[in-house]
């Protein structure tokens, strides 16, 4: 069977579909990264961020995604009972079996007519919600949906992911283009069974491919997915105002920019990671949120998002003019990072559950 | 365990839902279908607005089963800005010391597991210090 392979290779909905409201959150606490090297590595050797985000003992994926949610509904100023869809993308799900999303749903007032439901694809479970929302929102079948990714991400005590496994996300109602902030102009998807990163049922923590994780991982699908939209589009890089990218760490992100030929005052806005640590499924959709915060109308976007396993998701999106009205509805994203309380490890630790009870 | 307690109040717990009076406008919460005030019946639902301010507090250091996780904790007297008292641990506090007359505002958090790890986590209203938001300077 031959196909056109440019003929589908955008995704692109029949009715254009826009962000109605977005929101953040992040947990108060933060742990310096120094203070993880000198439990663990004598105070010595480069650290890959400066802090992480933790959340507190009462805090899951569930109360962060209701805060996120309230805080994009706000934005968005419509009645929760327009939403036909609540999705939570994450890989910190409170429970293995109960959705996340009823609860979500419930505690917005969003029940009972509407789709519910968990996605999980690692760190790009948030975007791959949001790109089936603009699919239900673009085939009509439903004026909004809400799209969150949120997580609390854990590493094992002392591995390297310790140092920037962190917590926080963000959410999106998608609506029509006419009633948006944004217009979401195309998305591309780039995907790849590839062995980076995982974490087998009924273990706590998570293991990875160490020489898997850059080129052939992170680099590989988010260069593509990036390139492909950008060239399917006839567009570079000097035709965006902003960009975000996943952000594991502080150096992949400015690293990949730079290989897509961004300058680092179009990535800075969006890249949380360095004081905020790696937020996993809200890691790319939290810095779009900070660039939202201070975007005018006109302004284009790339964002591509990476979950291991492996894929990006790669989206195209021009602020509109309705930005100005609704930004200030809701807590900015840098509120939340301004909002700091340090701890140390054995508090980290006690957050965490790391210390055994019985 | 009590599992149809906790669904049956989840909308009250989850997003502070109660009741308004259709006859002297009294904002009721928690909801019981009859105003305090005139003692007529009292079944509009009503979404406060989860503003309020700390009317008393005191601080716990001997929780009671299923909550002894999270000592010390500080739980208060709430006076919510539309009338109503109510009571609910305060939480996100950091370093900042509690005042009587603080602005709070309505979380949903983790209250705790029912029973153990293996029960139902419950969710529910808390107060956290309020946000200053720079629209409503
Ligand atoms: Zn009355």
């Known amino acids: ?358 | 365990m009590e599992i149809s307690r906790h669904w049956r109040l989840k909308q009250q717990r989850y997003a502070l839902v109660g009741e308004v009076c259709p006859h002297c406008d009294v904002k009721i919460f928690p909801p019981r279908d009859v105003c305090p005030v005139c003692g007529g019946e009292a079944k509009t639902t009503f979404a406060f607005s989860g503003k309020g301010e700390v009317f008393s507090y005191t601080t716990i250091y001997e929780a009671p089963t299923g909550y002894d996780q999270t000592v010390p904790y500080t739980i208060a007297l709430v006076k919510l800005d539309e009338g109503p008292m109510i009571t609910a641990q305060l939480t996100d506090l950091g370093e900042q010391p509690v005042e009587i007359g603080m602005p709070v505002e309505m979380v949903t958090r983790k209250l705790r597991n029912d029973g153990d790890e293996r029960g139902v986590i419950v969710y529910g209203y808390k107060f956290r210090p309020a946000w200053k938001m720079p629209s409503q300077a």
């Open chain 1, 1 to 358: 069977m031959t196909t056109s392979q440019s003929s589908h290779t955008l995704l692109k909905p029949n009715r254009p579909v826009g962000i109605t409201g977005y929101g953040a959150y992040v947990p108060r606490y933060r742990i310096p990264a120094r203070e993880i090297a000198r439990v663990w590595a004598g105070g010595k050797g480069g650290l890959p961020i400066k802090e992480k985000a933790v959340p507190g003992l009462d805090e899951d994926v569930i109360t962060m995604s209701i805060e996120a949610a309230r805080n994009a509904m706000a934005r968005a100023q419509i009645d929760p009972q327009e939403l036909r869809a609540v999705w939570v993308g994450s890989e910190s799900h409170p429970y293995a079996v109960k959705p996340t999303s009823t609860v979500v749903a419930e505690a917005i007032g969003a029940v009972p007519h509407i789709q519910a439901g968990d996605w999980e694809f690692a760190c790009k479970a948030g975007t791959e919600a949001i790109v089936a929302a603009i699919g239900f929102v673009g085939s009509g079948m439903a004026e909004y949906a809400l799209a969150i990714g949120m997580d609390t991400a854990q590493g094992k005590p002392g591995d390297a992911l310790e140092y920037t496994a962190a917590a926080g996300g963000a959410a999106f109602v998608l609506g029509p283009a006419e009633n948006g902030l944004a217009t979401i102009n195309a998305t591309y998807s780039y995907v790849t069974d590839t062995p980076d990163f995982w974490r087998r049922e009924y273990q706590k923590y998570p293991e990875h491919g160490v020489r898997f994780t850059g080129e052939p991982a992170y680099f590989q699908h988010i260069l593509s997915s990036s390139r492909t939209l950008m060239e399917e589009l006839g567009v570079s890089a000097k035709d965006y105002r902003w960009a975000v990218f996943h952000q594991p760490n502080a150096k992949f992100p400015q690293r990949a920019a730079q290989m897509l030929g961004f300058t680092p005052e179009q990535t800075a806005p969006g890249l949380l990671s360095p004081v905020i640590g790696n937020t996993y499924s809200g890691a790319s959709i939290i810095g779009l949120t900070a660039i939202l915060d201070i975007a005018e109308p006109g302004d284009r976007i790339l964002l591509a998002s990476f979950g291991s396993g492996a894929g990006s998701d790669a989206m195209d999106i021009t602020v509109t003019e309705k930005i100005d009205a609704r930004r200030d509805l809701a807590v900015k994203t840098q509120e939340y990072i301004a909002r700091r309380t340090e701890i140390d490890y054995a508090t980290y630790a006690r957050y965490r559950g790391k210390i055994t009870m019985k």
